[in-house]
């Protein structure tokens, strides 16, 4: 029997972003999808980022990078933590509908052939 509400990580990483990161971890803290967890690579912010996310979202997980590896290689350390049955990947200008993953994850849990699913941008 399927899970039909597996967990999801998502993911999200940071530089400077601290002008940002706000509008995104508050439009994905209001997820209507019950089971997610939150991780928030940070590349070395000198902004101040880390410590507003430690603040104001307590419930996200931050990994406080030693060195600046890049978008894509931050991600893949985020990814190696991450406990979720899915991943999914956002930038931290991303502003999420609350209801934007349930479809995506209902999508992938009645289709074992889908490996990779993606929200409409606008």
């Not at 209001?30 to 089971?35: A, E, G, I, K, V």
């Not at 995506?104 to 699913?117: N, R, Y």
Request: hydrophobic letters at 40%; charged letters at 20%; aromatic letters at 10%.
């Amino acid at each position: 029997m399927k899970n039909e509400r597996p967990l999801v990580s998502l993911v999200i990483v940071s530089y400077n972003e601290i002008a940002h990161i706000n509008n995104s971890l508050e439009a994905l803290m209001r997820q209507t999808y019950p089971n997610y967890e939150i991780i928030l690579y940070d590349n070395c912010s000198k902004d101040g980022t880390p410590e507003y996310v430690k603040e104001l979202f307590p419930k996200v997980i931050l990994i406080e990078g030693q060195e600046n590896l890049g978008f894509g290689g931050a991600n893949n350390e985020a990814a190696k933590i991450a406990q979720g049955k899915y991943i999914g990947f956002l930038n931290t200008d991303s502003f999420v509908a609350p209801d934007w993953l349930e479809p995506l994850v209902a999508l992938l849990e009645e289709d074992e052939t889908i490996g990779c699913a993606g929200a409409e941008l606008l």
